[in-house]
């Protein structure tokens, strides 16, 4: 099993700057990615930004540029630096862990954190 905890969302006017952190527990497991999906009321859950421990990285088209993903491989710990946020971001953000165990992979996901961006 594996434990993850969100922290750092908050409220912001648009322009502004958030940091968001997320930090996987757990035995037995290897965090082959760790990432950040978004969440509005209605919608399904988007892809913002996602990190391999070999360095892959991908964003969602929305973000590209203004989103910044960086990880610390050896804490399970990855981070998202959000820059020039825009009222269309605010969204429940859920960090996601693809974890490898011995036999197979399984996912994972925090309670979520609220950002809301006022325009």
């Known amino acids: 099993q594996v434990h993850v905890v969100e922290s750092g969302g908050g409220l912001v006017q648009a322009g502004g700057s958030l940091r968001l952190s997320c930090a996987a527990s757990?035995?037995?497991?290897?965090?082959?990615?760790m990432g950040w999906y978004r969440q509005e009321p209605g919608k399904q859950r988007e892809l913002v930004a996602t990190r391999t421990t070999t360095g892959n990285t991908k964003y969602g088209d929305s973000v590209e540029g203004r989103f910044t993903i960086s990880r610390l491989n050896a804490d399970n710990t990855v981070y998202l630096q959000m820059d020039s946020l825009k009222p269309e971001d605010t969204a429940v953000y859920y960090c996601?862990?693809?974890?490898?165990?011995?036999?197979?992979?399984?996912?994972?996901w925090g309670q979520g954190t609220q950002v809301t961006v006022s325009a």
């Open positions: 996601h862990v693809l974890a490898s165990f011995w036999g197979g992979h399984e996912e994972f």
């Open positions: 757990g035995t037995g497991f290897h965090s082959d990615a």
